[in-house]
């Protein structure tokens, strides 16, 4: 009963198979393998974007922090979410890649309003304050960190906003395709579309080994990209197991398929936790739900071997029916069966 | 007939092996997983140093830039020898990782002369002077970049004038196990027996898919260690797979077995090419040939769909008798009949 | 009538003096000039530290930022308050100084709350958790940006948190000595008998032409700073013109006279004020009020020439009677014929 | 009889005077005082560039460091000549405002040759190997650290190879004037119309108290200046008594009289020396001497309390008639008299 997280779970025997597959004499390095252009043409065709800029990397705290080192100078200061992973889980990261630029925090529960972003920016108008942080892009993340997910038209909301600054758009798609599935639209939807500049492209989260893809609909970004990834220490010699995997992901629409099926195993996880009271924060919609529920049920599931992250409150001590909450996430692994067993402890 | 890189041959079998093992289930990301415990006792023992702290990371560059950062101040100077990976091959990763410290090259054809060190340190005495960058660690390449291998008394006399002046030693590993088996010492010999401080010890040129293992012999600087990873977004979610590569390559001393294979093609091939008078830069000392041979001799190989470097001079046109140069390198997987096939072409 | 900054007034007579009387022959450069050696008895005399590193730049963002820079390393982040300088009026200077190190915000409307400062730092608790910006320093401004000054025992209540947590204690002294007569304290009890432990001293708002003081009550930091101050390029060649202007600011308790003086225009103004019916932010402790007033008043006074901030509004166009709020600051030279001049208006 | 530096000489009356002058109520602070404009109204007229971007900061090496951040990405390398103060004299300022960029050193004596200066970028094409740095700026010392002039023919040569590669020019001018008299040429024909982008205008080594000017040929590069110039804590509140400085330089062409002054005791100290037979390093072309003469007259020139540095050796032991090197720089404060007492000791 593993629902820590989604980087936690086996990588899918698609994406295996491929890297195996890779293994077979010299390829060239650095990002020339053939595999590559396999994987550049999968996701421009993917995104409708047949100009678009793709590269790949290990992490998804690399995609981010290069994607938005390409566009924030040292004097400027990113918008995002307060609750953010940029904000909150890369140990300045950001800070780090984009040489000292500052991430100015929207106030909010999880996703941002457009009305405070636009407030944010407002703060701070272009070319007349040399004292200040100056505005940089915009940061959308998709799925929220709280499991929500912003339909087109709240993304547009936002991009709107920042357009209407002249400020590009990143989004942070660690959880893209359980996103995606969830809306129902098209990734070109999901992006450009609707004004995001660039896109952090998760696989890893999503039954990948380790590979995000970076992908600017500008690519006149290109170069400096690269540069900025050669200096990160992020361009692999061995390029071609992070194309094998990436070429795994895409073909045949394993992606999608993945994030439906971890999707679907949290909408059953949450059916049952509604059915069983626990309070929800929100209204799951792809692949995590933060939950509270009573202690005597987290100490009945930790006795069970049940793995998840509490969130506040000490689980051995307290009253039995004192609500304690749990951010409990399903990867595409995850089955019915082990739904279940944990649903069967309330 | 690849001989353009050890950066571009095939994962072992038994470290691809291992990976594959390692995708059962869920395990815990970060380096918290189990097969990294292996991993740590492993290289605790291989190298005597039960203290050591131990992290992999994807590339040699992160190793080198988070191993050399935690030993720098911004205001300092790292010391290495003129052509080293770090100066020319990591496109301002140590300058970045280090938050702006410099490089001070010291002027050689290959290894360092201690000498010469001496003499550049002496120009930057501690506490003496704020103009200038202060001197900071020294950073020794074994195998260097032209493929000679460092005794152990070179490399003492090198670090001895680095500890005279108190200074922190880093190797550059990314060959280490090519350098190891060529002078048939033990792993502890060739580092802190020899007063290094620091290892980036490389699996991914020598058989592996990309890891490379940072060895602390000071745990002091462990933390330290971790946040610079994380911030450098080289922490690994799903680390399994590293660790994993790097439990394959140690199980069974594999890593050494694929150095001596290494090693032996490019000693096949250099008594080939001393045979057909090519010139030689220098003894071919573990699997790496800098030769030059004559224009005609580079167009039959290019014409057979030989793989290298050629250094200087234009292929396809100038005298047939000039020489050119080139970099022939050896990985694991070369065999006598790709190395016969080259030298059938003199 | 001017009140918009004490950043802008003139250089009060003894130090002008001092400067010129300095200007005879040859100096040692780099702040190894004679005058040098009185101004840090002085300091050391006035803060009972006889200890203590004193360094003089030439501004207080440079005095902040190096300060912080000594006491942060790149992956942690500083407390502060929401609405302090180095958040919003150094254009990332503190990022860039620290190497991209992040700035943790207090929600306050101006002083930082004990309880609220020991909630976030409680969030990033030592040595746990790999992912976030690690506890760094805490910062406090005095007096604050809007006006107030902290006593002593609030001072305390919020060095007590850091403490607490083994976190260093920076203070933002840009208008330290108005904060300090308005308490009728020592300078030693302001700092390090509360618990700083590096205070940015300034002078340049208080009758300076361009002069901070940095002291270090751990003189261990003594050297670190010296070489980042140079790196920053901060050190003055002709460091004892610099010298001269912090000798005249301390010789005699100038200093202390020029900050009662400001003070004293402040609250005749803050009086008049009050007694005009004006809104008061905060109870004016120091030199600097907020205030809102009707904009028929405003009106008035540009009309007049008068010079101050308007925080938010038109005062061109609205309605006569709705308030609009202003920053108003005395600097030393504020008469009470000007304050006079300006209340009239109302 | 102080030859140590010219950062050490007292200021100018008529500087002095300026700053005085501009001692009297309030000025709009960080440079939007009045005499700003006639700074920046008389460069750009001294330098016949009606469209030149003019700041002031304080010091030579945030002039420097400032006007290359400018201009220089940080996976790029600045290339300048190997005793360039950039590299020997500012504690890695360069890289800490370029944000990690390198410095490529030329190997010369003194001057940069072209030949090398090309064979250095060359070996950086453009756009072809993301694994090195990239060529950026080239920046070029007039005067040199060792007291040479680059004729007009010299700076353009050097200036042709950087804009064959596409690369900008910066100016190192701490000593600006001095060489400009010791050409006789404009400050245009110094600068831009000898190909160079910025210039570092020295004013604090030539008698004013702490004033550089950053003078970009191109406009474009204003607005992102000033936001560096802030964000390093290069923006002095009160502005107005560096814009009085070099209001004071310019006026009635003081900063040529006083290079001239300077220009003309050196001459005379170098005539004195070679008449005595010291070994000169190269022919003094402005303020500054590089020569070697025996220890006795060493010996004697301290006991009568010269000031200037010993590049070698050990004044007080060994042979009386062995050669020991000194510097010897000669600001516009400079005697006759002082000259002609040290030259007694020969």
């Not at 007349?128 to 909301?157: D, Y």
Request: glycine share 6%.
């Amino acid at each position: 009963m593993f629902f820590a997280s989604d980087n936690s779970g086996p990588v899918h025997p698609q994406i295996m198979k491929r890297v195996m597959d890779a293994n077979t004499g010299y390829a060239m390095p650095y990002g020339n393998d053939a595999i590559m252009d396999e994987v550049r043409d999968a996701i421009r065709t993917t995104f409708e974007a047949p100009e678009a800029a793709v590269y790949l990397v290990a992490t998804g705290t690399a995609a981010n922090s290069l994607a938005l080192a390409c566009y924030t100078q040292p004097f400027q200061t990113i918008f995002c979410a307060q609750h953010s992973h940029i904000e909150e889980d890369e140990c300045n990261a950001p800070e780090f890649y984009t040489g000292g630029a500052k991430l100015t925090l929207i106030p909010t529960d999880d996703k941002m309003h457009p009305d405070d972003l636009a407030a944010a920016i407002a703060r701070r108008p272009a070319n007349s304050n040399v004292h200040m942080a100056q505005a940089g892009p915009v940061s959308i993340t998709q799925v929220t960190e709280f499991g929500a997910v912003h339909t087109l038209e709240e993304l547009r909301a936002l991009t709107a906003v920042a357009k209407a600054a002249n400020l590009p758009v990143h989004l942070d798609g660690a959880r893209f395709a359980n996103a995606l599935v969830a809306l129902g639209c098209s990734a070109a939807e999901m992006t450009w579309k609707s004004g995001v500049d660039v896109v952090s492209f998760g696989g890893t989260k999503n039954g990948c080994m380790g590979v995000e893809a970076v992908i600017f609909f500008d690519p006149k970004k290109a170069w400096e990209f690269e540069l900025r990834r050669k200096r990160g220490a992020h361009l692999a010699s061995k390029h071609r197991y992070l194309s094998a995997q990436m070429a795994g992901y895409l073909q045949d629409d394993l992606w999608k398929d993945m994030a439906r099926s971890a999707n679907a195993a949290c909408a059953r996880l949450a059916k049952g936790l509604i059915a069983a009271r626990a309070e929800m924060k929100t209204t799951p919609e792809a692949n995590m739900i933060f939950a509270r529920f009573p202690r005597s049920v987290h100490q009945k599931l930790h006795a069970d071997g049940a793995k998840y992250y509490v969130l506040d409150g000490d689980v051995a001590n307290g009253p039995a029916d004192e609500n304690l909450g749990a951010r409990l996430v399903c990867d595409w692994s995850m089955t019915d069966v082990l739904v279940d067993q944990f649903l069967s402890h309330f």
